[in-house]
């Protein structure tokens, strides 16, 4: 069966980085978008990037996410990660991994509906 397992999240104070991880198996990852989405407490879960199945397309939520957020992959070790720098108190949610199956190498999408597979979440908590 599939399984995508997040790691990586944690407390951290305001302008600190995470590093999270998302590990998968149980399915062909190359042919697989990866995304990450996350929910706060309240709210509903939002996309935060993907990455396309050969890492040669990435497309974040908006310039805020852009310019702290970097989403890559390691097709050999079919393990996606979100590298989180400056981060804020708004950060602060469960994030899930997800993978969407795509037929183009270069394909993405920012809906959530359009994911095949989630994982069960890692928490991120930034204090002010």
């Known amino acids: 069966q599939v399984q995508l397992v997040e790691s990586g999240g944690g407390l951290v104070q305001a302008g600190g980085s995470l590093r999270l991880s998302c590990a998968a198996s149980g399915l062909t990852f190359n042919t697989y978008a990866m995304g990450w989405f996350r929910q706060a407490p309240g709210k509903e879960r939002e996309f935060v990037a993907v990455?396309?199945?050969?890492?040669?397309?990435?497309?974040y939520a908006d310039s805020s996410v852009e310019d702290r957020f970097t989403i890559s992959r390691d097709n050999a070790k079919s393990t996606v990660y979100l590298q989180m720098n400056s981060l804020k108190p708004e950060d602060t949610a469960v994030y899930y991994c997800?993978?969407?199956?795509?037929?183009?190498?270069?394909?993405?999408?920012?809906?959530?509906?359009?994911?095949?597979?989630w994982g069960q979440g890692t928490q991120v908590t930034v204090s002010s």
């Open positions: 997800a993978a969407h199956f795509v037929v183009q190498p270069m394909g993405v999408s920012y809906q959530s509906f359009e994911y095949d597979y």
């Open positions: 990455i396309s199945p050969n890492g040669g397309s990435t497309y």
